[in-house]
């Protein structure tokens, strides 16, 4: 089928189109000045926006209207800043995508015109569910949207960024681009956004925001949504609004959740807390669970615990620390999971819209109502029905009650069946002594979780002083509580939600620093092997090496070198000698340093040394200097009196082999004629004594040793062979007549020995 060819339009043709579109546009900006603020709209297509957008929203299936949207999207469009808020899952996302939509095909945007909108969230999970949402809505558009969040490659975005109208990101990676991408054109911005403000004005992120204020016009139109909203002067201004509306959609009755929540919490000692985790798990299968904790360290134990343990449900973890395709993929799985249990930090907390979620479980109690009222918004969204449950200890139960009741919030308590418990804390003491990185894990997760409560500003809720922590500890399976080291609350909050790059920028410029303490130096090496931990230097190499833990004294019997005592006498280690301890920057060094082969091919072959009298070591084969061998001549002469030598010192060897040729030869012959003599005497002796004819069977030499005689040489002719004596003529062999006696050869087989019998009858 021929592929058919687009007509190009005329010139009259085109001036009816760009007359049609320029009409379009006119009618829809007198539509929305003369929209009124206060009439009732419940669908989209009842509110003055473009023919692609409604087309696109009603492919989305997005046709009612929420309270929200009823209220924002018209205020947005007449041109107002706009702070929204509203409950979780109530729609806030497409209350600021219509209008930025809208706002660019006002003012007529294409990819030439750069940066157009740019809409600030978060989390990277958020900033991805807001593109997928734009790409929906906005398909039938001509504008093009970019995604940049931490973990995706920073070159690739820099290389299409500069065409982008519409751009979603995290604050970080914003202002990367704007400090570092050419492309980046922000003079023609028209609208930010700021999803979760109240999470962006967070003191995490307060320098970041305020770098990209600077560096935005401030003619451009801003709106700010969150389930949590604030009015603070400070925020504002930093934002530079003029003159905002606010939009509220809770009237004084209703509460900052929805009313298809149910809410519960559960009084417990903080040593049960996993087990009855555990126990609701295991009474909950059939259910989709986002269970929250305060820190990734403590998601990270919980979730390698559980696994092992086998609960009977698909489980999963989420946190910050996580690469991202990992989080990517985990985000995924749980949406279109439909039984599973996700273990997770407030990385997820806010704005993800998480499909079907029956259950969201606390068990680190949040740092405020605001918090909590994202966390438990992950269910009950859009109408449907849900539950949340909060674990609180004793002293956290009445204070943080009171700021839930404050921000109008009311919660129902549980009571736990004993029935239904079920304790595992002998289950992990066994794990943690079974495996040194599950020990090495609960140490992090009690250390992480005692820091998250140290660092919160709210000590009427959270005080650490009134934490078991040994029982605490005991239920994480540890023998004991580790020691913690407790840094400034606020310090601490804000070096976790700094960049990652600035860290490990400073880390590099104090990395060669050492310091000072009772007027000893302490080196970054004397750190480490100081450092006490799982399997890596325990206290019995300690006492080996004599590096006892601080507090404690060694032996007077070890101090003198007792059993097994590694001493050190003369072996001052210098620190200028000692090579860098640097881990491979690349899998080809990694490679490179484990691999025997891929090494030698670095250095070359191995070589052999041989030491001297003195201990100095030297290669077998070492090579001269040339002024040395110069020094004995050239090199023909040198070779013409080599092979002389060797020649003279061959002829002394072939000499001394001869002479030693010879002496065997003789000492052979030797032992031969002694060996005959002592056979003639025994047969003299023979005779004499029984004074009868005596017959030798063989010759005098048969005595002779028959392993000397096959091994030697013998240096006589070798003489013929004689016949056997059934071979002679003669009868008997041959006849002595001197001694009278009849010579034959040894009969060998009962054959011959019937022969000689036979012989000797007849004769």
């Known amino acids: ?189 028209q609208m930010l956004v700021l999803d979760e403000a109240d999470r962006i004005l967070d003191m995490g992120f307060k320098k970041t925001i305020d770098s990209i204020i600077e560096n935005i016009p401030p003619t451009r139109q801003t709106l700010l949504f969150s389930a949590t909203q604030t009015k603070s002067v400070g925020d504002l201004a930093r934002l530079s609004l003029t003159n905002p509306k606010y939009v509220d959609t809770e009237d004084k009755k209703d509460t900052a959740t929805p009313d298809s929540l149910e809410q519960h919490y559960l009084s417990l000692p903080l040593d049960e807390k996993l087990d009855t985790l555990w126990s609701f798990i295991k009474t909950h299968l059939k259910s989709k669970i986002l269970v929250f904790f305060s820190s990734s360290k403590e998601v990270h134990y919980v979730y390698e615990t559980f696994r092992t343990m086998q609960p009977g449900i698909s489980l999963m973890k989420l946190h910050g620390r996580q690469k991202q395709t990992s989080r990517i993929e985990t985000t995924v799985k749980f949406s279109q999971a439909q039984h599973v249990c996700l273990f997770a930090t407030d990385v997820v907390a806010r704005g993800l819209d998480f499909p079907a979620i029956d259950w969201v479980v606390q068990v680190d109690c949040p740092e405020d109502s605001a918090t909590y009222i994202h966390r438990v918004g992950r269910c009950a969204r859009f109408g449907r029905a849900g539950k949340s449950l909060i674990f609180l200890v004793p002293s956290e139960e009445e204070a943080f009650l009171k700021r839930l009741q404050a921000a109008k919030i009311e919660l129902n308590r549980l009571n736990i069946k004993e029935a239904k418990k079920k304790s595992i804390r002998s289950k992990l003491q066994a794990l943690c002594f079974s495996s040194p990185e599950i020990k090495y894990l609960g140490q992090k997760a009690f250390i992480s979780y005692m820091r998250s409560v140290y660092v919160q500003k709210d000590k009427e809720v959270f005080n650490i002083e009134e934490l078991p922590t040994e029982k605490y500890a005991q239920s994480l399976g540890l023998p004991g509580a580790p020691k913690i080291k407790m840094l400034g609350g606020s310090k601490n909050k804000e070096m976790k939600n700094a960049s990652r790059q600035l860290l490990a920028l400073s880390k590099a410029n104090d990395e060669g620093e050492m310091e000072e303490e009772d007027g000893k130096v302490r080196t970054k090496y004397d750190r480490m092997f100081e450092r006490q931990n799982q399997n890596v230097l325990s206290e019995h190499y300690l006492t080996l090496t004599g590096n006892k833990p601080e507090g404690e004294t060694l032996d007077v019997e070890d101090a003198d070198g007792g059993f097994m005592k590694v001493k050190r006498t003369d072996h001052e280690l210098k620190e200028e000698e000692l090579p860098e301890l640097m881990a491979p920057t690349s899998k080809r060094a990694a490679k490179k340093g484990l691999s025997k082969k891929a090494s030698l091919k670095a250095h070359g072959n191995p070589t052999k040394l041989v030491f001297d009298d003195e201990g100095v070591a030297h290669a077998i084969y070492e090579l001269e200097d040339m002024d040395d061998f110069e020094k004995r001549g050239d090199a023909k002469t040198q070779k013409e009196q080599f092979v002389a030598q060797e020649a003279k010192e061959m002829a002394v060897a072939d000499e001394d082999d001869k002479a030693l040729a010879k002496e065997k030869k003789q000492e052979k012959k030797r032992k031969r004629q002694e060996a005959e003599r002592r056979a003639n005497e025994s047969s003299d002796e023979s005779g004499d004594e029984s004074g009868n004819e005596s017959m030798v069977l063989g010759s005098p030499e048969a005595d002779l040793d028959r392993d000397l005689e096959s091994s030697d040489e013998s240096d006589e002719e070798p003489s013929a062979k004689k016949p056997k004596w059934f071979e002679n003529d003669k009868v008997g062999g041959t006849y002595n007549q001197a001694d009278d006696v009849y010579e034959i050869e040894e009969p060998e087989t009962l054959e011959d020995l019937e022969a000689l019998s036979a012989r000797l009858l007849q004769g």
């Open 1 to 189: 089928m021929a592929k058919k060819t687009q007509r190009k339009l005329t010139s009259t043709e085109r001036k009816q189109r760009r007359d049609k579109e320029q009409n379009t546009l006119q009618k829809l900006k007198d539509d929305i000045e003369a929209f009124d603020l206060d009439s009732a709209v419940t669908q989209f297509s009842e509110l003055p926006i473009s023919e692609p957008t409604l087309k696109g929203l009603k492919e989305a299936s997005f046709v009612q209207l929420t309270d929200i949207q009823k209220k924002t999207i018209p205020l947005a469009l007449k041109g107002h800043d706009v702070l929204g808020a509203a409950r979780t899952g109530s729609g806030k996302t497409l209350s600021f995508i219509i209008p930025v939509i809208e706002s660019l095909l006002q003012n007529k945007f294409t990819e030439f015109d750069g940066l157009g909108a740019l809409i600030i969230s978060p989390t990277r999970e958020l900033a991805m569910q807001i593109f997928e949402v734009l790409t929906k809505v906005g398909k039938h558009n001509n504008f093009s949207a970019g995604l940049v969040i931490g973990g995706k490659d920073v070159k690739y975005e820099k290389e299409r960024i500069a065409k982008i109208n519409i751009l979603i990101g995290t604050p970080g990676r914003i202002l990367h681009h704007m400090d570092q991408t050419v492309g980046m054109n922000l003079d023609n911005l």
